[in-house]
């Protein structure tokens, strides 16, 4: 039995990068998927995953940020397959910009999508978790923010680093009701968001900027997005049964060197 057959699993931010890495590996463990996205293209890569696997998938085209379109993407999908057992909040943005000058506006999307589209997404679920008497919640933190930043990144940084923190809430809150919820960190993987922070920091040269990463890395790459989604799928199946509150990091190592000129290699 594939570890995650049977199983009903909400992901965000589902239509390219992470949120598609994560339900490809999602559809080979087994699961029956609700991809949610912003563009309309969610309804293209449910069909290629679905043509590739054979797994049960709908859509909801919504922005985390509303509540009410959370609200409804949960009660489709609860009336679709009869419960939700996993929820993925990977959906996420990231913008570049010297703190001085950080307009408002652009303070605000980060807050509205990378805080209150999780907080929004949770609350949605979480309802027909307790009712079914139990599931599980996978929250896309960052290790920026919480372990590592860069310049350019408050927004981004605060609003990842807020999420260790509901992750840490919801887990006791809910320990009792058999919903576990844990974070994962990632470091960078080659997706369309990491693309757009490559071209802002670089708009000459918007590769070098990305392998300029990979340098950093002591693996000497960026993740592949199902690399990120086999963690997923283990914090969404019974294999992580005992594990609830905790921050993963899936960064190949990326924070773990002193310096970059010192040492033997």
Known sequence: MKKLEGKAALITGAAFGLGEGIAEVYA??????????????????????????????????????????????????AEAFGRID??????????????????????DFHIDVNIKGVWNTCQAVIPYMLEQGGGSIVIASSVTGDL?????????????????????????????????????????????????????????????????????????RLAKPTEVGELFAFLGSEESSYITGGQFVIDGGSTLPETMSIGTN
């Open 28 to 77: 080979k463990y087994g699961a029956r998927l609700c991809l949610v996205d912003l563009d309309p293209a969610v309804e293209e890569t449910a069909g290629r995953i679905r043509e590739a696997t054979g797994a049960e998938i709908i859509t909801y085209v919504g922005n985390v940020a509303d509540k009410g379109q959370m609200l409804a993407a949960a009660a489709k999908m």
């Open 86 to 107: 996993v929820c993925c909040c990977n959906a996420g943005v990231c913008r570049l910009a010297p703190f001085e000058e950080f307009p408002d506006e652009l303070r």
């Open 148 to 220: 590592v930043a860069d310049s350019g990144e408050a927004a981004y940084a605060m609003t990842k680093a807020a999420l260790v923190g509901l992750t840490k809430c919801l887990a006791v809150e809910y320990a009792t009701r058999n919903i576990r919820v844990n974070c994962t960190q990632l470091g960078y993987a080659r997706t369309p968001m990491v693309e757009t922070m490559a071209r802002e920091s670089n708009p000459e040269d918007p590769e070098q900027a990305i392998a300029g990463i990979a340098v950093g890395v002591p693996m000497k």
